[in-house]
């Protein structure tokens, strides 16, 4: 024989079954039109009825007038509503959830019904569109007025008492009492993770603060898990040195950890911060990894990871991080399940010291630049020397190109640049004392030219390459 306390969690259990999306959508009173009052004889009546008619595809279903379902219901649905029915300890949950009318035998006063009637009516238009704010508010205003009539529970039991089953007792009352309140919060729960906006509107339930944290977490569980499985993903394919499909990767997390912020703001709920601040500790890990290919997107997902990080301990490195993460003039360098970590993943630290300044080889770039497009324009084409100044300024990006090449800036290391920058510094001092002035002429008034609209060149290329 059942206990009371089976009982009572058996109500509960059916109670939380139902409370989805489709808690009205389904209620059998609303799918087959009948009242919550009908007598077993006049349920067993219809169903005779309605599914005889389905089955010749003579009839339709009368539906409720109220609050009609958008579409009408299938064969399969209306048999589905008649089932649920069957079960007397099933159908008063149902009864829950749908038009109580006029009090009769129950003897409620006639505000009890209206309020609940009142409340039914909002949390299905709310249901019925999803995204509708005030509808939200207005649905959960009204259950909790609802729910403030002693006589609401009355009713309840009258019901029981009605519909005469041996599997409910008043321990059924109580369970439901009990499990209403979060269930009432279901519906909205399962729609958040889609439409996170819905969350803060949770809190607008007049219930239990713990009611409410476990709603949030229920809400963030898949996106909280999602993030989880990221993070682990990233940490393995940087430990094999996998460094670009881990950055590709890591892109995914600010979004999920926005999302993760609007269903549970992470000053409110530190399982939430941690998980905030993993997806920093990913994103400054990653732009460590491409520091050396990459440097303007290392240095991004290192800001970034500032826009996360919660632990000031953790700010503090990546601080440092970036800050050992310059762009340096005429150097275009580019370069847990429930929120518990799961997987080892600590904070990488930037090694120093910065890679060597490279303006020696950097002006010998320059002059070779300089050198060659007057030779050609000048020598081998015998232009004049203001061909040779337009063609210095309409080809300056060039250059620009060298110093950002991954083997230009892999091969310019401290003795190189000032090899490099040395020597050429001394051919152009022996070409210039050497060769006549009207040969090295057209020569300085290309370099001034080049001189004069270089940092202008260097602006404009350097802001291409951030956006790229």
């Known amino acids: 024989m059942p206990t009371s306390q089976d009982r009572s969690r058996v109500a509960a259990t059916r109670l939380r079954?139902?409370?989805?999306?489709?808690?009205?959508?389904?209620?059998?009173f609303r799918v087959i039109g009948l009242a919550t009052n009908a007598k077993p004889a006049q349920v067993r009546a219809q169903?005779?009825?309605?599914?005889?008619?389905?089955?010749?595809?003579?009839?339709?279903?009368?539906?409720?007038?109220?609050?009609?379902?958008?579409?009408p219901p299938s064969a399969q649905e209306v048999r589905a509503a008649f089932d649920a029915l069957e079960r007397p300890d099933h159908r008063l949950v149902d009864e829950l959830f749908w038009w109580w009318g006029?009090?009769?035998?129950?003897?409620?006063?006639?505000?009890?019904?209206?309020?609940?009637?009142?409340?039914?009516e909002a949390h299905a238009k709310a249901l019925d569109a999803e995204t509708d704010e005030d509808l939200w508010v207005d649905s959960a205003d009204a259950w909790m007025?609802?729910?403030?009539?002693p006589e609401f529970w009355d009713h309840v039991r009258h019901r029981m008492t009605t519909l005469s089953d041996r599997r409910m007792e008043e321990s059924t009352v109580d369970g439901l009492r009990s499990a209403l309140p979060g269930a009432l919060l279901g519906p909205q729960v399962a729609l958040a993770g889609t439409t996170p906006a819905l969350a803060a509107l949770l809190d607008t339930w007049d219930v239990p603060a713990g009611l409410i944290d476990d709603a949030r977490r229920t809400a963030a569980e898949p996106t909280s898990r999602r993030i989880d499985e990221l993070v682990d993903d990233v940490h393995r394919l940087l430990a094999d040195g996998v460094n670009g499909r881990a950055a590709d990767l890591v892109a995914e997390l600010p979004e999920l950890a926005d999302q993760l912020e609007e269903l549970a703001p992470h000053e409110r709920y530190r399982w939430s911060a941690k998980q905030r601040n993993r997806v920093a500790v990913m994103l400054n890990n990653c732009g460590l990894a491409l520091k050396a290919a990459d440097r303007h997107r290392a240095a991004d997902l290192?800001?970034?990871?500032?826009?996360?990080?919660?632990?000031?301990?953790?700010?503090?490195?990546i601080e440092d991080n970036l800050a050992a993460t310059p762009v340096q003039s005429w150097q275009v360098d580019r370069g847990r399940q429930n929120g518990v970590t799961r997987s080892p993943v600590r904070l990488t630290t930037a090694p120093a010291p910065l890679l060597p300044p490279r303006w020696p080889s950097n002006l010998a770039v320059f002059a070779l630049f300089v050198a060659a497009t007057t030779t050609c324009v000048v020598g081998l084409l015998d232009a004049p020397t203001w061909v040779s100044v337009v063609a210095t300024v309409l080809?300056?990006?060039?250059?620009?190109?060298?110093?950002?090449?991954?083997?230009?800036?892999s091969s310019m290391g401290d003795v190189a640049t000032y090899l490099v920058g040395g020597c050429a510094f001394v051919l152009g001092?022996?070409?210039?004392?050497?060769a006549p002035?009207?040969?090295?002429?057209?020569?300085?008034?290309?370099?001034?030219?080049?001189?004069?609209?270089?940092?202008?060149?260097?602006?404009?290329?350097?802001d291409r390459q951030d956006r790229g």
């Open 102 to 120: 006029e009090p009769g035998a129950c003897g409620c006063p006639a505000e009890v019904h209206e309020a609940h009637d009142d409340a039914v």
């Open 302 to 317: 290192m800001e970034l990871a500032l826009s996360f990080v919660v632990e000031p301990s953790d700010r503090e490195t």
């Open 437 to 462: 002035w009207d040969a090295v002429a057209p020569f300085l008034w290309s370099g001034v030219a080049f001189l004069l609209v270089s940092p202008f060149v260097y602006a404009l290329f350097a």
């Open 395 to 409: 080809f300056s990006w060039a250059p620009m190109g060298v110093l950002t090449a991954d083997w230009y800036r």
């Open 145 to 149: 007025d609802a729910l403030d009539h």
């Open 429 to 434: 001092w022996w070409a210039v004392s050497s």
């Open 47 to 71: 169903r005779h009825l309605l599914l005889g008619a389905l089955e010749l595809g003579s009839g339709t279903v009368p539906g409720d007038r109220r609050l009609p379902l958008r579409r």
């Open 17 to 28: 079954e139902i409370a989805g999306p489709d808690l009205y959508r389904r209620n059998p």
